[in-house]
Nanobody, 115 residues
Framework: QVQLVESGGGLVQAGGSLRLSCAAS????????MGWYRQAPGKQRELVAT???????DYADSAKGRFTISRDNAENKVYLQMNSLEPEDTAVYYC?????????WGKGTLVTVSS
């Protein structure tokens, strides 16, 4: 059973930074895509960034230049460094892991950016 546990969310002022972490366990596949999605109140969940096990990354336009995704394959962890945060970044951030046709989600961590 794959489990994803996020940490690092919190309250930050606009212009500040946060680093989210996600620890994965239970995945037997080393070939996978890990990522971060977010869901703001009243909105649909949206992609923030993904990273393959080989290190290839993809970002939403809103994240480019401000957020950096990285992973530690040995520790089965993925990170999201978020800089220059804006109130519009306020959301619950979810860690994801896609292996073959299966998609797994964490329970989310709340990020609140005050103006």
């Amino acid at each position: 059973q794959v489990q994803l546990v996020e940490s690092g969310g919190g309250l930050v002022q606009a212009g500040g930074s946060l680093r989210l972490s996600c620890a994965a366990s239970g995945s037997s596949s080393r070939i996978n895509v890990m990522g971060w999605y977010r869901q703001a109140p009243g909105k649909q969940r949206e992609l923030v960034a993904t990273i393959t096990s080989g290190g290839s990354t993809d970002y939403a336009d809103s994240a480019k230049g401000r957020f950096t995704i990285s992973r530690d394959n040995a520790e089965n962890k993925v990170y999201l460094q978020m800089n220059s945060l804006e109130p519009e970044d306020t959301a619950v951030y979810y860690c994801s892991l896609r292996a073959s046709v299966m998609m797994y989600w964490g329970k989310g961590t709340l990020v609140t950016v005050s103006s």
